[in-house]
C-alpha cells in the first residue's frame, strides 16, 4: 500500500521507513476491488511499509470484508502503539483480520539489533493487546501469526522444531500466544544486500544459498499462486521482483490489464533471477513460512 513504516529494519527488503511517501492512490484501491470480484480472488495479503498507515486502510479492509474476502495484515506490531492508532487492534478483530506480525526472537536484545531500540518492548504490549482481544487463542477464530527471520547470513531453522521453541518461551516468560510461526529466508536484495555488501559478507550468502538449492521447492513457490501489487497498481510475480523492478514476462502490466478481458493470471511466466535461490534453498520460503 506504501512505503511508509514507522520503523527502519536493516533487513527491510522495500527500504521502508518513516520518510517514504510512496502511497497507492484512491483509484488504483478501486482497481483492487474490481480485480478481486472479477477474478474471485479469496484472499488479500496487504502489506507496506505498515499498511496501517495508508489512509484508506480501513477502507479497504471493510471493503474486503463485504465481498467476503479474507485479510492478512501485515503487522509490524509497534504500530498498534503508535499515538492515533489506539484503537487500530479492535478494528482488526472486528473485522476478523489475520495478523502476520514480525518477531525474529523471543529475547528483546536480537529484536531490537534487527528492528530498532524499543521494538521488541512495544511488540510484547501490542502481541498482549491483540491476545486479550481474542487474537492467537485455540479456537482459531482470529489469526495471529508471528514471523521469524535469522540475524543475519545463515538459513532459519526448522520452522516446526522454532514454533514450539516459541511457543514455550512466548507462554512461559510473556504469557503471549499465537497461531503459527513462519520462518523467512532474508533475501539478498536492497537494504539486506546492502548490509552484506559493506560487512564482506554477500558472495558467500549468496553462495549459502545456491549450495543449498532444493528443488522439491520449486513446486510451491509463492510466485506460483499470488499475484504482487505495487503501490501504483502495477504488477509482479512476487514481493521480491517488485521490489527489483522485475517486471512479469508477458503483457499483463497493470491491474487495468486484468480488467481489459479475463485472463488466466497463473499462467503468467515468472520472471526468475539469482535471487530466487533465497525461496528455493534447504526448507524453502516465501510470505507464509518454509515450504516443506
Ligand atoms: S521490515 Fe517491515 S517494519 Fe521493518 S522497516 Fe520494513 S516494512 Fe517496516
Ligand atoms: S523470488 Fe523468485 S522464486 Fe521467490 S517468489 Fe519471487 S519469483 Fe518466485
Same mark, same amino acid.
Given at each position: 500500500?506504501?512505503?511508509? !513504516?514507522?520503523? !527502519?529494519?536493516?533487513?527491510?527488503? $522495500?527500504?521502508?521507513?518513516?520518510?517514504? *511517501?510512496?502511497?497507492?492512490?484512491?483509484?488504483?484501491?478501486?482497481?483492487?476491488?474490481?480485480? /478481486?470480484? /472479477?477474478?474471485?480472488?479469496? *484472499?488479500?495479503? #496487504?502489506?507496506?511499509?505498515?499498511?496501517?498507515?495508508?489512509?484508506?486502510?480501513?477502507?479497504?479492509?471493510?471493503?474486503?470484508?463485504?465481498?467476503?474476502?479474507?485479510?492478512?495484515?501485515?503487522?509490524?506490531?509497534?504500530?498498534?502503539?503508535?499515538?492515533?492508532?489506539?484503537? &487500530?487492534?479492535?478494528?482488526?478483530?472486528?473485522?476478523?483480520?489475520?495478523?502476520?506480525?514480525?518477531? +525474529?526472537?523471543?529475547?528483546?536484545?536480537? $529484536?531490537?539489533?534487527?528492528?530498532?531500540?524499543?521494538?521488541?518492548?512495544?511488540?510484547?504490549?501490542?502481541?498482549? =493487546? #491483540?491476545?486479550?482481544?481474542?487474537?492467537?487463542?485455540?479456537?482459531?477464530?482470529? @489469526?495471529?501469526?508471528? $514471523?521469524?527471520? +535469522?540475524?543475519?547470513?545463515? #538459513?532459519? +531453522?526448522?520452522?516446526?522444531?522454532?514454533?514450539?521453541?516459541? =511457543?514455550?518461551?512466548?507462554?512461559?516468560?510473556?504469557?503471549?500466544?499465537?497461531?503459527?510461526?513462519?520462518?523467512?529466508?532474508?533475501? +539478498?536484495?536492497?537494504?539486506?544486500?546492502?548490509? &552484506?555488501?559493506? *560487512?564482506?559478507? #554477500? *558472495?558467500?550468502?549468496?553462495?549459502?544459498?545456491?549450495?543449498?538449492?532444493?528443488?522439491?521447492?520449486?513446486?510451491?513457490?509463492?510466485? =506460483?499462486? &499470488? /499475484?504482487? %501489487?505495487?503501490?501504483?497498481?502495477?504488477?509482479?510475480? !512476487?514481493?521480491?521482483?517488485?521490489?527489483?523492478?522485475?517486471?512479469?514476462?508477458?503483457?499483463?502490466?497493470?491491474? @487495468?490489464?486484468?480488467?481489459?478481458?479475463?485472463?488466466?493470471?497463473?499462467?503468467?511466466?515468472?520472471? %526468475?533471477?539469482?535471487?530466487?535461490?533465497?525461496?528455493?534453498?534447504?526448507?524453502?520460503?516465501?510470505?507464509?513460512?518454509?515450504?516443506?
Amino acid at each position: 500500500m506504501g512505503y511508509k !513504516c514507522n520503523q !527502519c529494519c536493516i533487513h527491510c527488503h $522495500v527500504n521502508a521507513g518513516p520518510n517514504r *511517501t510512496e502511497m497507492m492512490s484512491s483509484e488504483t484501491i478501486d482497481l483492487i476491488k474490481k480485480v /478481486l470480484v /472479477l477474478y474471485k480472488i479469496k *484472499t488479500i495479503d #496487504l502489506t507496506g511499509g505498515a499498511p496501517e498507515l495508508h489512509p484508506e486502510f480501513r477502507k479497504l479492509v471493510i471493503t474486503c470484508r463485504e465481498i467476503g474476502v479474507e485479510i492478512i495484515d501485515r503487522c509490524n506490531l509497534t504500530i498498534l502503539t503508535e499515538p492515533g492508532q489506539e484503537d &487500530l487492534a479492535d478494528f482488526l478483530a472486528a473485522n476478523e483480520v489475520t495478523v502476520v506480525a514480525s518477531l +525474529p526472537c523471543y529475547e528483546e536484545e536480537n $529484536v531490537d539489533k534487527q528492528r530498532g531500540k524499543g521494538v521488541f518492548e512495544k511488540s510484547i504490549i501490542a502481541l498482549k =493487546r #491483540l491476545n486479550k482481544l481474542g487474537y492467537g487463542l485455540s479456537d482459531g477464530r482470529l @489469526k495471529l501469526n508471528l $514471523v521469524y527471520n +535469522p540475524q543475519g547470513p545463515s #538459513l532459519p +531453522p526448522d520452522q516446526k522444531a522454532l514454533e514450539e521453541i516459541y =511457543r514455550k518461551k512466548m507462554s512461559s516468560i510473556y504469557g503471549i500466544y499465537f497461531s503459527e510461526l513462519f520462518t523467512i529466508t532474508n533475501m +539478498p536484495i536492497n537494504r539486506f544486500e546492502g548490509f &552484506l555488501r559493506a *560487512t564482506g559478507q #554477500l *558472495t558467500e550468502y549468496q553462495n549459502l544459498l545456491e549450495k543449498s538449492f532444493n528443488k522439491r521447492n520449486l513446486d510451491t513457490v509463492m510466485c =506460483r499462486n &499470488l /499475484l504482487s %501489487v505495487n503501490w501504483q497498481g502495477y504488477l509482479y510475480d !512476487c514481493d521480491f521482483n517488485q521490489q527489483l523492478g522485475l517486471r512479469p514476462n508477458c503483457k499483463l502490466k497493470h491491474l @487495468k490489464d486484468l480488467l481489459q478481458n479475463k485472463l488466466e493470471i497463473l499462467d503468467m511466466p515468472i520472471n %526468475v533471477d539469482s535471487h530466487c535461490f533465497g525461496c528455493t534453498a534447504g526448507s524453502g520460503s516465501s510470505c507464509s513460512g518454509s515450504l516443506q
